[in-house]
């Protein structure tokens, strides 16, 4: 069975930086597929953030976080990461990775396998 566990959340100021981490387990390979992350903060809706498609290429769904976070695969790890920098308050929300059995990022309905979450604070 697919499992997905994120990591690398926590506190951090304004401006700092942190690096989060989705790995893959159960005996499934990600190589083969689009890797979404998304975020939810309370009182809001599920945000696509970015995601990156089984051929490396990078899709930015988020205006507010072009520039800042970037999003990379390391297939032989099993893991996508999200690298997110000059961090806002307003990027406080709990962060998801998810699975889609393309190889393509195309909508939000064709994610179905996620993660647990990790949580992103950012504030002074």
């Known amino acids: 069975q697919l499992q997905l566990v994120e990591s690398g959340g926590g506190l951090v100021q304004p401006g700092g930086s942190l690096r989060l981490s989705c790995a893959a387990s159960?005996?499934?390979?990600?190589?083969?597929?689009?890797i979404g992350w998304f975020r939810q903060a309370p009182g809001k809706e599920r945000e696509w953030v970015i995601c990156i498609s089984s051929s490396g290429e990078s899709l930015n769904y988020a205006d507010s976080v072009k520039g800042r976070f970037t999003i990379s695969r390391d297939n032989a790890k099993n893991t996508v990461y999200l690298q997110m920098n000059s961090l806002k308050p307003e990027d406080t929300a709990v962060y998801y990775c998810?699975?889609?059995?393309?190889?393509?990022?195309?909508?939000?309905?064709?994610?179905?396998?996620w993660g647990q979450g990790t949580q992103v604070t950012v504030s002074s």
């Open positions: 159960g005996g499934f390979t990600l190589d083969d597929h689009a």
């Open positions: 998810a699975t889609t059995s393309l190889g393509v990022c195309y909508q939000s309905g064709d994610f179905s396998s």
